[in-house]
């Protein structure tokens, strides 16, 4: 019984840190980036990545705000990096060849977007 008691306190204990987690970011600190729509409309802004939660954090103003529907943004470009938008996931552009070597795979549909 008591086995079943810490076991069970053991849990608690562990899903009560994962729900308070914090961001692990991409960069070691915010950083100016491009970002291009698939509406053809483009921004720059102060961000992150956050690569746990999945979603561009960044600085509207003096407010911090999420971006958490990846798939309305077509490229990203931050500190001497490319990224792109596939399947949901934001990819790292490795390679400009023919084909785009990506985080995700290859990708042929996204080199008429490089800026």
């Not at 008591?2 to 914090?22: E, F, P, Y």
Request: hydrophobic share 45%; net charge neutral; charged share 20%.
């Amino acid at each position: 019984m008591k086995r079943i008691l810490w076991t069970l306190a053991a849990c608690l204990l562990l899903c009560g840190s994962v729900s308070a987690r914090q961001p692990v970011y991409l960069f070691p600190e915010f950083v100016v980036g491009h970002l291009i729509f698939h509406d053809q409309s483009q921004a720059d802004v102060k961000l992150n990545f956050d690569a746990l939660g999945q979603k561009i954090v960044y600085y509207d103003g003096d407010n911090l705000m999420e971006m958490t529907h990846l798939p309305m943004l077509k490229v990203l470009e931050a500190s001497d990096r490319v990224f792109v938008v596939k399947d949901g996931l934001l990819c790292e552009v490795f390679d400009l060849s023919i084909a785009w070597r990506t985080s995700c795979g290859y990708s042929m549909s996204y080199i008429k977007y490089r800026i």
